[in-house]
C-alpha cells in the first residue's frame, strides 16, 4: 500500500443552530436551511453548501442552495473545519 494514499474527498456535514438558519426558495418552494455540507479541497480552501427541508413540510427534494456572505455563517464554517481536523486526528482506527 502506498505510504501517501489518494484522497478524494474530505466532507462534513454541521448543523446550522437555530439562530443562524435562514430560509431560501427554489423552484417557487420555500426552504428552511439546517445544515451546511462543507468540504475540504485539494488546495486547503473549504467549499460549502446548504440543505434544509421544505417550510410546508414534507421530505421535499435534496437541493443545495449557497451559503450567504455573513461572518457568523463564515465563523460556524472554520470552526467546524477545525472541530472535525481535531476528530480525525483522534481517531483510533476502524472498528
Do not use: C, Q
Not at 494514499?5 to 439546517?34: G, K
Not at 445544515?35 to 440543505?51: E, F, H, I, M, S
Amino acid at each position: 500500500m502506498s505510504s501517501d494514499p489518494e484522497v478524494s474527498a474530505l466532507a462534513i456535514n454541521v448543523t446550522i443552530p437555530e439562530a443562524l438558519r435562514w430560509t431560501d426558495t427554489r423552484r417557487d418552494e420555500a426552504f428552511t436551511l439546517t445544515t451546511l455540507n462543507v468540504r475540504l479541497l485539494p488546495d486547503g480552501r473549504l467549499a460549502v453548501k446548504a440543505y434544509g427541508r421544505p417550510v410546508a413540510g414534507g421530505r421535499g427534494a435534496y437541493v443545495s442552495f449557497p451559503v450567504p456572505d455573513r461572518p457568523e455563517i463564515a465563523a460556524l464554517v472554520s470552526e467546524a473545519a477545525d472541530r472535525a481536523g481535531t476528530l480525525w486526528t483522534a481517531h483510533r482506527g476502524l472498528g
